[in-house]
Nanobody
């Protein structure tokens, strides 16, 4: 599986962005996918995950109620709708394929990352 993330950019606090992650290759092997982020000087952290076949999702407390993860099984694409963005959401956002999990170690394939910058 190969992953291509897109949709990052610069937005003002309170604004919205939608990230996309297109999967190609052996997409039939995908069990779960997730979004992680890494802010400057910080460790990569979990944002959201989705169970690919069922659509069940889970979120980090810091984004719950503001972000929505979804997927399109036909287009093999995962999305992250981000509303109510805050400056502390500024980070490089990575998509990953692997398990339905909050743990980085449960994901075997990573996209290249897309930068989200939220200005105050």
């Amino acid at each position: 599986v190969q992953l291509q993330a897109s949709g990052g950019g610069l937005v003002q606090a309170g604004g919205s962005l939608r990230l996309s992650c297109a999967a190609s290759g052996r997409t039939g092997s995908i069990y779960g996918m997730g979004w992680f982020r890494q802010a400057p000087g910080k460790e990569r952290e979990f944002v959201a995950t989705i169970w690919w076949s069922v659509g069940t999702s889970s979120y980090a407390d810091s984004v719950k109620g503001r972000f929505t993860i979804s997927r399109d099984n036909v287009r093999n694409t995962m999305y992250l709708q981000m509303n109510g963005l805050k400056p502390e959401d500024t980070a490089i956002y990575y998509c990953a394929a692997g398990g339905y999990s909050i743990k980085i170690s449960d994901y075997h394939t990573w996209g290249q990352g897309t930068l989200v910058t939220v200005s105050s």
